[in-house]
């Protein structure tokens, strides 16, 4: 069983369009996160979700937003795909927000 | 500004010797600390994780933490070649009794153990 799964795992682009990535856990958590880790291999926090209420936004630009449907699933959606987006983005959650986080298997997006 | 600094690398080992790994942090608010382990093209994952002061011991890993000092490390004791992926320092900076914690990532250290 996948603890927490993010899909697709793979996006590849072009600018100006808008995309969107799925996650989903089955862990019984209440807080979900979404990571960006970029080429450097440099892993930021963007959101964090609890109990489907946004608690953190990061200065992340406002074509991020996210959704959290319920406290299961949170997704990510980006409008006008810039170049600098190319990076892989990660899911996480935690049961609670200070507790250890478990991570998804990242999506990889490519903007071309 | 939140910063959490690991020893940059690349550490290279030998089978079977202890990898030493280090973390300072800067807010002495932190108060959880988590070790990840990366593997190329993977997501983390989480090794161990620390709350209080002192060492915690999980198989071949054991945590220490040093609040007064501000530093986190990990010691891998007979290394073994799958252990060979970037180590990810990890804390959370936030009272463990709010909701305004959140997790900020060192860049990772990456380690080699040679057979």
Request: charged share 20%.
């Amino acid at each position: 069983d996948t603890a927490v799964s993010q899909t697709p795992k793979y996006l590849v682009t072009q600018m100006g369009n808008d995309k969107s990535i799925k996650c989903e856990q089955n862990l019984g958590h209440d807080t979900m996160y979404w990571y960006k880790q970029d080429s450097k291999k440099f892993l930021k926090i963007m959101f964090s979700y609890n109990n489907k209420e946004l608690i953190i936004n990061e200065t992340v630009p406002n074509r991020f937003s996210p959704k959290s449907p319920d406290k299961a699933h949170l997704n990510l959606h980006i409008n006008s795909l810039e170049l600098g987006d190319s990076a892989v983005y990660f899911c996480a959650s935690s049961y609670r927000q200070y507790h250890e986080q478990y991570f998804g298997p990242g999506t990889r997006l490519t903007v071309t | 500004q939140k910063e959490v600094e690991q020893n940059s690398g690349p550490l290279s080992v030998p089978e079977g010797a202890i990898a030493s790994l280090n973390c300072t942090y800067s807010d002495r608010g932190s108060q959880s600390f988590f070790w990840y382990r990366q593997y190329s093209g993977k997501s983390p994952e989480l090794i161990m994780f620390i709350y209080s002061n002192g060492d915690k011991e999980d198989g071949r890993f054991t945590a220490q933490l040093n609040k007064a000092s501000q530093y986190v490390s990990l010691l891998i004791r007979d290394s073994q070649p799958s252990d060979s992926a970037t180590y990810l320092c990890a804390v959370n900076i936030g009272d463990r009794g709010s909701t305004l914690g959140r997790l900020y990532f060192g860049r990772g250290t990456q380690l080699t153990v040679w057979p």
